[in-house]
């Protein structure tokens, strides 16, 4: 066991602070990271304040982690000390069911390890990364492209899986028209990648002060939601939308926006069930869908793509004892579009 330093939660609620794990030593299939760079997602302030329930404390957040490898077990042959790789979502699974010999981990049927918040095969809780060093087994580490900096990649590791995923799985294409609703952490990546696949783009958000930002990220179009004419002028018009926003609204009235076969992917979770009308789905052929995050082979295409596009987030890089400000922050909207934890901050 290695003692490190991190930041946690002690209770639900309680403000982040500076906190000690233990960390495993490596086992023969472990990669030893120490940790540059952590993303902030707004799950992280959720379950810190345990408002999906569950919550394990004290509690380490973060499952956006870029670092450097520093020691690895002796069967690990393909990285080296000193490679760029990365953390998502979660860093393990049971191997063995449909999901996980499909390459979709993230759906496995006996429940993914979550990197933080969750407990490993041997009971013991995982802690992400608000730390200095995280010890994974290699199956669920991923190179990062040397195209991609650092801090600007911890995003995509939850921000731009979970939305290239359901794109890829959809099968969005060049000249698909894609309504992205919401312009935050998730809508800003939404926007980039679609661009990146070629499709036509036109962000929907609440706010007409993000306009500016919308067209900036490389969206074609921009409307305003508080506008009751936009429903009606956009009416049938997109192939997909993603809807990344997790504040109440109603899903009808954004339905109605797709073409007949359109498709609305569902990557928010507002608190409360929504109500769905029948017809809006029956008279179009409309599906209305859900998506998680992504595989490890998906979310390593999804880096290699994004190398390849020249995509990555745009960031706020914080220190570690900003963390609390942060998530108010967050809660405000305050951000443009993701902070990120210089975790050399950390270390001093």
Request: hydrophobic content about 40%; proline content about 5%.
């Amino acid at each position: 066991m290695t003692l490190t330093p991190a930041y946690a939660a002690q209770t639900a609620k309680a403000p982040l602070a500076p906190f000690s794990i233990e960390r495993r030593a490596p086992r023969v299939d472990d990669v030893v990271i120490d940790i540059e760079y952590c993303g902030v997602c707004h799950s992280d302030i959720h379950q810190a304040r345990d408002e999906w329930g569950h919550g394990i404390f004290p509690m380490v957040p973060g499952h956006e982690i870029v670092g450097r490898v520093a020691a690895l077990g002796s069967a690990v042959s393909t990285f080296a000390i000193g490679d760029a790789v990365g953390v998502g979502c979660f860093v393990d699974s049971c191997r063995e069911c449909a999901s996980c010999r499909a390459g979709e981990e993230q759906y496995c049927e006996h429940g993914m390890t979550a990197t933080y918040n969750a407990r490993d095969k041997e009971g013991l809780p995982t802690h992400g990364g608000y730390s200095t060093r995280i010890v994974v087994d290699q199956k669920y580490v991923l190179r990062i492209p040397p195209s991609i900096p650092l801090d600007r990649a911890a995003p995509l590791l939850c921000a731009g899986i979970t939305t290239y995923s359901p794109m890829r799985h959809f099968g969005v294409k060049a000249g698909d028209s894609i309504a992205v609703v919401g312009l935050g952490g998730l809508g800003h990546m939404a926007v980039k990648i679609g661009r990146a696949f070629g499709a036509n783009i036109t962000v929907l958000s609440t706010s007409e002060f993000k306009r500016a930002d919308a067209l900036a990220l490389g969206a074609h179009a921009f409307a305003p939601t508080r506008d009751a004419d936009t429903f009606k002028r956009l009416a049938g018009q997109f192939d997909f939308i993603i809807d990344t926003v997790s504040a109440p609204h109603d899903y009808n009235a954004y339905l109605a926006l797709l073409k007949t076969d359109g498709c609305m992917i569902l990557l928010g979770v507002p608190e409360q069930p929504s109500t769905v009308a029948a017809f809006g789905l029956i008279m179009r052929r409309r599906t209305l869908a859900g998506s998680l995050i992504g595989g490890i082979a998906q979310t390593q295409e999804m880096l290699d793509f994004c190398a390849e596009h020249g995509v990555a987030s745009d960031i706020e890089l914080i220190r570690m004892d900003q963390i609390n400000d942060a998530y108010e922050r967050m809660l405000r909207a305050d951000v443009r579009y993701r902070f990120v934890i210089d975790i050399a901050s950390l270390r001093k």
